[in-house]
């Protein structure tokens, strides 16, 4: 799919297709469709981090709330979003050992306690020894360097969908 | 539930619980977390509302776009959720003959390709026929117009999906 097919797209489309890149958060996408047409797969993708940068605090802590734990209870229960599901799976989140999951456990629930928003990291951009240490790390931040932190992964998590639902809508699809 | 119980909720439970007051967009639910405690259940509707507010246009036009259209596709393949679905229903959207089926299809085509996003209504507050006439005669608005008035329905479909979930949650459900 080129970006000029994406372009052309009528919003439901737009939105069946792209509405998952930020996790749960299909207004993202469907907001964006209003600055159509995109030049290219950066300028959409610019167009989807703009619109969370001027988002209130709390709008982007909305959007970090909309995303499931690493290796908690939506994955437990099989409800994660297809996406979510395959970069968890990708990064061990369901083949984590007994002590491994307990610890992934505990340092979830002591950051969401500390900040009132999960954990967000891509998945896809590392394996399991970093998400833990990285989660044990960032439960040291201050709240506001947290919440920074945590959208800066959720451009990259998007980065990453939009490159494979392009690659993977043949032209023909559409 | 009295609004103490549903200010102690932590934002997991609370997403589970109000996410969908605003039609597949819990972001809005999630954002305004930050905002508790709420005093009443008016303050969390007009937190809502007042977070609605203050998104950008393209922002308005997302939430409108997360709208699925009224007796639409998503009615016909069972794919809407449990809130839209009796509202539907309520509304008659499930029982329409045949001409009323293409009129309601043609009117919503019509709408959607003048627009950029679907007609939105409280259907609660309205019966088939009224729906019917509403969407007709509001194809002729100008645009602005127009997306003030899907999210003035927005924002009363939230109302009555805030108290009938206030209503139907016992505080020992918590």
């Known amino acids: 799919m ?27 996408t ?40 690493l290796a908690g209870r939506h994955l437990q229960g099989g409800t994660l979003t297809r996406e979510s599901r395959e970069e968890q799976a ?3 989140m369901d083949a984590l050992d007994s002590s491994e999951a307990s610890r992934m456990s505990r340092l979830n629930g002591e950051y969401k306690e500390r900040f009132g928003f999960p954990f967000v990291i891509c998945a896809r951009m590392n394996d399991k020894a970093n998400i833990l240490l990285q989660l044990s790390a960032r ?21 990453l969908r939009l490159q494979a639902l392009v690659l993977n809508h043949a032209p023909n699809k559409l």
Do not use: M, T
């Open 2 to 28: 080129d970006i000029a097919a994406v372009s052309a797209l009528p919003y439901e489309e737009f939105v069946d297709i792209f509405g998952n890149v930020v996790e749960n958060c299909p207004i993202v």
């Open 90 to 92: 990708g990064a061990g």
């Open 30 to 69: 469907a907001a964006v469709w209003s600055q159509r047409p995109f030049v290219s797969l950066s300028a959409l993708e610019a167009a989807i981090s703009d619109f969370i940068d001027v988002l209130p605090e709390a709008g982007k802590e909305g959007i970090l709330r909309c995303h499931p734990d």
């Open 139 to 159: 439960c040291q931040n201050a709240r506001a360097v947290e919440r920074a932190r945590g959208i800066e992964e959720v451009k990259k998590i998007c980065r």
